[in-house]
C-alpha cells in the first residue's frame, strides 16, 4: 500500500533500494517469548497512535486519497495491538507488569542508543580538531628530523 501511494507521490524516492534497508535483533531468542510479545503489543500501540497523527494531518491537508491509506493502516495497527494485548494475557501472569517492563526496556534502549549516537560524534569532532591542532607540530617535527 505505501510502496504504491509512494510511486505515485515521487517514483524516484520509491524506487531507490537504499530506501528499504531493514535490520534486525533476533530479539525473540534474546526476550524470550512474554517479553517479545510484551515488546512488539507496546510497538503496535505506539505504530496506532503514530500513524493516527499522520492520519490527521493528511485529513487537514485535504490529502483524502493517503488519508484513507492511513484509515486502514491504523485499524490495521488496532487489531495488531490487541491480538498482541490477548496473546500477552495468555502468555502473562502479570501482562500489566510486562507491558511497562517492555516500557522500560525500550527506554533503557533508546537512552544506550542516543549515547552511542553522542559519543560517535564527540569522538568524530574531537578527532578532527586533535588531528588539525596536531598538524603544525607534525610539520615542525618532520622538518626537525632533517
Ligand atoms: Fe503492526
Do not use: N
Not at 24 to 53: P, T
Not at 65 to 79: I, P, T, W
Not at 120 to 136: G, H, I, K
Amino acid at each position: 500500500m505505501f510502496t504504491l501511494r509512494a510511486e505515485q507521490l515521487d517514483p524516484e524516492v520509491a524506487a531507490d533500494p537504499t530506501q528499504y534497508l531493514a535490520d534486525f535483533e533476533h530479539l525473540f531468542e534474546s526476550l524470550g517469548e512474554e517479553r517479545f510479545v510484551a515488546f512488539v503489543h507496546v510497538g503496535e500501540a505506539r505504530g496506532r497512535r503514530q500513524l493516527h497523527i499522520y492520519r490527521d494531518e493528511l485529513a487537514l491537508r485535504g490529502d483524502d486519497k493517503s488519508r484513507a491509506l492511513f484509515d486502514a493502516v491504523v485499524a490495521d495497527e488496532a487489531h495488531h495491538e490487541a491480538y498482541t494485548g490477548a496473546i500477552l494475557a495468555t502468555l502473562s501472569t502479570k501482562p500489566r507488569a510486562a507491558i511497562a517492563r517492555a516500557r522500560r526496556w525500550e527506554l533503557w534502549r533508546a537512552w544506550l542508543r542516543a549515547g552511542r549516537l553522542v559519543s560517535a560524534a564527540v569522538f568524530t569532532w574531537t578527532m578532527r580538531l586533535l588531528y588539525l591542532c596536531l598538524f603544525p607540530l607534525a610539520l615542525y617535527e618532520k622538518r626537525r628530523a632533517r
